[in-house]
């Protein structure tokens, strides 16, 4: 259940840095600045601290079943995210990272919910799972640079 969970985890969160994999594109295709491109990882931390806030301020995490909200959070993150294929511009495209941040708040915290809760005697090693899930570099070669390679658009819209 661990590896599960782990494995679900790492798939929901990885929408965090999605937009950074792919912004030399979206700097390309938008002309945007350094600064600008960097607005788009951001913006998901701006909406996760948000999310965060109001699901702590309604108590959503104890009334919706855990697994629930981490489904609806992880799917809803997915489709904001998805939509940035049909973002016309670079404020619609922080719209979405804004709800992909905001959605994100529900796939994190129930996690840790669930881990604390069906894991009770081995629960550090539990969570130390799911956090490690979020920090595995295996992907990384030794400079820290994704070993995976990036697929070039190169194209803009008309």
């Known amino acids: 259940m661990l590896v599960l969970l782990a494995c679900a985890e790492l798939l929901g969160m990885s929408l965090w840095f999605a937009a950074s ?3 030399a594109q979206y700097r390309t295709l938008w002309d945007l600045s350094a600064s600008q491109s960097g607005w788009l ?8 601290v948000i999310g965060t806030a109001v699901l702590a301020t309604l108590n959503v995490v104890d009334i919706v079943p855990s697994g629930r909200l981490f489904a609806a959070g992880a799917l809803t993150g997915a489709v904001a995210n998805a939509a940035l294929l049909i973002a016309p511009s670079f404020g619609s495209a922080l719209v979405c990272r804004m709800v992909t941040g905001v959605a994100l708040a529900a796939v994190y915290p129930p996690a840790m919910k669930m881990i604390s809760t069906w894991f009770r005697a081995r629960r550090g090693l539990a ?3 799911i956090v490690g899930a979020l920090t595995d570099k295996r992907g990384q070669d030794k400079r820290g640079q994704s070993a995976l390679p990036v697929v ?4 803009r819209r008309q």
């Open 21 to 23: 994999a792919v912004s």
């Open 41 to 48: 990882t951001t913006v998901v931390q701006l909406g996760f």
């Open 127 to 129: 969570v130390g799972g």
């Open 152 to 155: 070039n658009t190169n194209y």
